[in-house]
């Protein structure tokens, strides 16, 4: 055998050992390796899914707890009736005209059974009502503050309003859901709980959109009838303007930098002057004289919103 081959037969057998020890490190150090951190991986996995299972059922029980108080009792007739004397008792206290509160008959809500395969179960039933009337927007937002603030399992589905004439008055429809559960907490009356003062602080206010009345604007017959009737110095020296808020004649002394009392629109007064007031309506600012109303000197700004009227802010007015 030469020297040469030799060699060859040397690098070869180096070759094949080199192969099978890399065989041997993957076969008991590398892949035994890879499997346990792909265990520990899917181990890490399950755990956090397990926790997130378990913070997910903890909240589920605490809602069916509160759910379970909020809901109507379980008899549909009894929650039928108990929740539309509760309704009509807030159609009186809000003074909603012409009112009409109607029920439908009570649903079935069924779920997946946990326990039996492909059955459903009963948890209890829901109910429908319509409320019709009319009223004020003022008066139909303060109607919809206490709804919203009261606590049973109860939602408003959709809202209809439609303006009635030109005196302010909406005509209201809703659509309201509420449901009672097998497992409610009372059995003859509907929940007496009460929203805390921390969840009170963070509703929203209703009052913007009572003073932005969307359904107000224009020249309805209240702004006719607030006229501007004199322009006193009270006893304390402040300068007041007395504005006529009805066709009855009710007069309201109004100082500047407050609002004339109005449940339909936000007049601001700005400025007084021995004979005249200036007042802001709907973003705009217009003078009014004595004997003038407010729908006298804002007609011309509506009726022609691309022109500026000369009433509007004369010259040498900051």
């Known amino acids: 055998m030469t020297p040469t081959m030799k060699w060859l037969l ?6 094949f050992g080199l192969y099978g020890a890399d065989q041997l490190y993957r076969g008991w150090i590398e892949q035994p390796r890879q499997e ?24 589920a029980a605490k809602r069916l707890d509160e759910y379970q108080h909020r809901a109507l009792p379980a008899d549909p007739a009894i929650a039928k009736s108990l929740y539309q004397q509760w309704l009509l008792d807030m159609v009186d206290r809000y003074e909603l005209a012409s009112a009409s509160v109607d029920a439908s008959q009570p649903t079935p809500i069924e779920i997946k059974s946990r326990t039996k395969r492909g059955k459903r179960v009963r948890i209890g039933h829901r109910i429908d009502y319509s ?18 603030r009261a606590s049973h399992l109860q939602k408003i589905r ?9 005196d302010g008055r909406l005509d209201v429809n809703l659509s309201i859901q509420v449901l009672c559960l097998d497992d409610a907490a009372s059995e003859t009356a509907l929940s007496d709980w009460t929203i805390t003062e921390d969840a009170a602080e963070q509703l929203a206010q209703g009052d913007v ?26 006893r304390q020296g402040a300068t007041q303007a007395w504005f006529s808020t009805s066709a009855r004649g009710k007069i309201e002394k109004v100082e500047a930098g407050k609002l004339i009392p109005s449940p339909l629109h936000e007049i601001f007064v700005a400025t007084i002057e021995s ?33 500026v009227p000369s009433n509007t802010e004369p010259t040498g007015i900051q």
């Open 10 to 15: 040397i690098a070869g057998g180096s070759v």
């Open 36 to 59: 346990l951190t792909a265990n520990i991986d899917k181990l890490s996995d399950d755990i956090q899914k397990d926790n997130q299972t378990r913070f997910a059922a903890q909240k």
């Open 131 to 148: 409320v019709r009337g009319q009223t004020t927007l003022t008066k139909l937002t303060a109607f919809l503050d206490a709804f919203r």
């Open 158 to 166: 959709s809202v209809s309003l439609n303006p009635l004439g030109n």
């Open 209 to 234: 959109l009572v003073q932005r009345n969307p359904f107000a604007k224009g020249f309805a017959k209240a702004l006719r009838d607030m006229e501007l009737k004199a322009i006193t110095v009270n």
């Open 275 to 307: 004979d005249r007031v200036l007042i802001r309506f709907n973003d705009s600012e217009h003078w009014i004289k004595l004997g003038e109303s407010i729908g006298e000197v804002v007609e011309p700004a509506s009726a022609n919103t691309s022109s």
